[in-house]
Nanobody, 122 residues
Framework: VQLQASGGGLVQAGDSLSLSCVASGRAYSSTSRGWFRQAPGKEREWVGSISRSDGSTYYADSVKGRFTVSRGNAKNTVYLQMNNLKPEDTAVYYC????????????????WGQGTQVTVSS
């Protein structure tokens, strides 16, 4: 599986932004997908995930109610819709894939996409 993320950019607080992550390779349908982020000087943290089985979604408390993870009809694309963005959401965002039913920790990740920068100005 290879992951290609896109959609980052510079926005103002309160704006919305959508990230996408396209998976290629024969095994993508057997992986759970997640989004993580890493701000300068901080550890990589989990943002949200979608399970490989029933499409259930899970979110970190810091983004719950503002961010939405979804999967495209072809199931090789996963989206992260970010609404009401805050300056503290500024980070490099990574899409990720793993074999566990749900991935919520970096130790579960078998494949990382390249990061995409999201910058939120106040």
């Amino acid at each position: 599986v290879q992951l290609q993320a896109s959609g980052g950019g510079l926005v103002q607080a309160g704006d919305s932004l959508s990230l996408s992550c396209v998976a290629s390779g024969r095994a993508y349908s057997s992986t759970s997908r997640g989004w993580f982020r890493q701000a300068p000087g901080k550890e990589r943290e989990w943002v949200g995930s979608i399970s490989r089985s029933d499409g259930s979604t899970y979110y970190a408390d810091s983004v719950k109610g503002r961010f939405t993870v979804s999967r495209g009809n072809a199931k090789n694309t996963v989206y992260l819709q970010m609404n009401n963005l805050k300056p503290e959401d500024t980070a490099v965002y990574y899409c990720a894939a793993g074999l566990d039913p749900v991935v919520v920790h970096p130790s579960q990740i078998g494949m990382w996409g390249q990061g995409t920068q999201v910058t939120v100005s106040s």
